[in-house]
Each structure stands twice: as structure tokens, then as C-alpha cells.
């Protein structure tokens, strides 16, 4: 069984890992994006409706299929699900296959269009970039958390300065803190901050400056900062990967040249042997 099961891996493998099969797998996930937004407006009383079932099955058979070749072609089928992106793709396939009423017809949409999110792993490059969001989480919730206090503290000063001046936009901590995540985005910034300069024309300036210059040049930066850092290191993994990948394979192609000769070694030795005979 088990040399059925390896002859059956290395039969699967290089189709899998073939180009032809990676890009037909893209423009199947493209196409699949496309009909979702297509059919927003499509209901069950539509004339098109049997035409989308149709070819919703028949992206859902082509991505099953794709997946039971995956499994199938790794050594061992648990490999397969060792990858995150893989686990992820067999989740977003099973969840088409849990039945669903016609009042779920939200929740069918939001699955479909989860799976756009294939493209990741049809594209290797963009799994740095996801990768790298996903390593900045914990370092951006304490950027968050600083942000947060920086915002909290300038809302209770503005909301104590210039709540009568400005009841708008400082009326309340709330209305503060929504008009300081405004200011964060540079939005109109200098149109709120003119009923304070009318009245405090030192201390007006002094305040929005300072804060844009804390909140948006200095805390909005260490963010991206975080991410791009985390970003660079997943990229050094994957060259690193993809370095080793080709060292690997070349290392296979000289094991296999070896072989060969051997092999037409021991035959022109046979032949030698025979003909002293």
C-alpha cells in the first residue's frame, strides 16, 4: 500500500506543482470574483439564477478536485493541512458544502467572496505581505494602545479648553476623541482648529500642531514601521526557503545524472563481462 500511495504522490506532484495548473487556479479564482459581483442583483425569480448555479458548481467542483489532487500528491495527505494556506483553502471549499437556506443567501455571498482570498496562495509573493500583517498584530496593539492614551489625554485637555468655544467638535470626551481621529487623517484639520485660534492664538496652534505632529508624523509611523519590519523578515524566509528549494533541487538533478551513469557503467560493464566470456 505504501508504494502505491508514493507512486500515486509522485504521479500527482508535478501536476500540482506545474504552472499550467497554478494559472489555470488563478483565472478560476478571478473569474469566480468576477461572477460574484456580477450577480449582486441576480435573485431567484431572475432568469440568469440556473446559469450562476451552474457555474457556481462547476467552480465549486473544480476547486474540490484541486484540493483532493493536493492532499494526494503530498507523501503523507496530514502534510497538506501542516500549511496555513492550505487549511485555509479546504475551510472556505467545506464551507459551500454546509446547506444553507435561501434566507442565507448573505452568508453564501460573503463565503464566495472569501474566496478571492486564494489568490494569496496562488501568488507566493503576496504571502509576505500577509504574513507580515499578521506577525505586526501583536506589536501594533501596544502602538494602538499608545495611540489611544496620546488621543485620550488631548481630548480631556480640548474638551476642557474649548468645549464652550467649539461645542461641535469638543462638546463631550466623545465628540473629542472622534474629532482628534479626524484630525489623525489630516481632514479639514485646519477648518476645526480655527474657532480655537480665534480666541487662544498661541495656545489654539500649539495644541493641533503638537498633536498632529505626536499622533500623525510619529505613532502613525512607528505602524508602519512595525509592519514594513515584519514585512522584510518574511521575505528574507521566503528567499531563504526559495534559496534552499533550488539547492535541493539541483542537488536532485546531480543525484539522478550520478545514477544514470552508474547505471550505463554497470551495463557497459555486463557487456565487457560477457564478451570475455
Same mark, same amino acid.
Given at each position: 500500500?505504501? @508504494?502505491?500511495?508514493n ?8 501536476i500540482?506543482?506545474?504552472? #499550467? ?9 478571478i ?45 503523507k495527505?496530514i502534510n497538506?493541512?501542516?500549511?496555513? #494556506? ?26 464566495r ?32 494602545l %499608545? ?19 467649539d ?7 466623545w465628540?473629542g %476623541?472622534?474629532?482628534?481621529? @479626524?484630525?489623525?487623517t489630516?481632514?479639514? #484639520? ?27 508624523m510619529?505613532?502613525?509611523? %512607528? ?16 528567499n ?5 528549494k533550488?539547492?535541493?533541487?539541483e542537488?536532485?538533478t ?24
Amino acid at each position: 500500500m505504501k @508504494q502505491k500511495s508514493n507512486s500515486l504522490s509522485e504521479r500527482l506532484k508535478p501536476i500540482v506543482e506545474s504552472k #499550467w495548473f497554478n494559472y489555470l487556479s488563478i483565472i478560476i479564482i478571478i473569474f469566480s470574483a468576477i461572477l460574484v459581483g456580477a450577480t449582486l442583483g441576480i435573485t431567484p425569480e431572475s432568469e440568469y439564477y440556473s446559469l450562476v448555479n451552474i457555474l457556481e458548481t462547476l467552480i465549486l467542483a473544480f476547486f474540490s478536485i484541486e484540493i483532493i489532487l493536493r492532499i494526494f500528491a503530498e507523501e503523507k495527505p496530514i502534510n497538506y493541512f501542516r500549511d496555513p #494556506w492550505n487549511l485555509f483553502d479546504f475551510i472556505i471549499v467545506i464551507l459551500f458544502f454546509i446547506p444553507l437556506k435561501d434566507k442565507s443567501i448573505y452568508v453564501l455571498r460573503l463565503i464566495r467572496v472569501l474566496r478571492t482570498f486564494r489568490l494569496f496562495r496562488a501568488f507566493p509573493n503576496l504571502r509576505p505581505v500577509v504574513k507580515g500583517i499578521v506577525n505586526s498584530i501583536t506589536s501594533v496593539i501596544f502602538v494602538a494602545l %499608545l495611540l489611544v492614551i496620546v488621543m485620550y489625554i488631548y481630548s480631556v485637555i480640548g474638551v476642557s479648553t474649548f468645549s464652550i468655544i467649539d461645542p461641535t467638535h469638543f462638546g463631550n470626551i466623545w465628540r473629542g %476623541l472622534f474629532t482628534l481621529f @479626524q484630525i489623525l487623517t489630516l481632514e479639514n #484639520w485646519n477648518t476645526i482648529m480655527l474657532p480655537a485660534n480665534s480666541v487662544y492664538p498661541l495656545g489654539g496652534p500649539l495644541y493641533f500642531i503638537s498633536f498632529i505632529v505626536i499622533g500623525t508624523m510619529i505613532i502613525m509611523n %512607528l505602524f508602519l514601521g512595525v509592519i514594513v519590519g515584519n514585512m522584510s523578515k518574511a521575505l528574507d524566509k521566503l528567499n531563504e526557503t526559495e534559496s534552499m528549494k533550488e539547492y535541493l533541487n539541483e542537488d536532485a538533478t546531480r543525484e539522478k545524472e550520478i545514477s544514470t551513469r552508474l547505471k550505463k557503467i554497470e551495463k557497459e560493464l555486463k557487456v565487457l563481462n560477457k564478451k570475455r566470456k
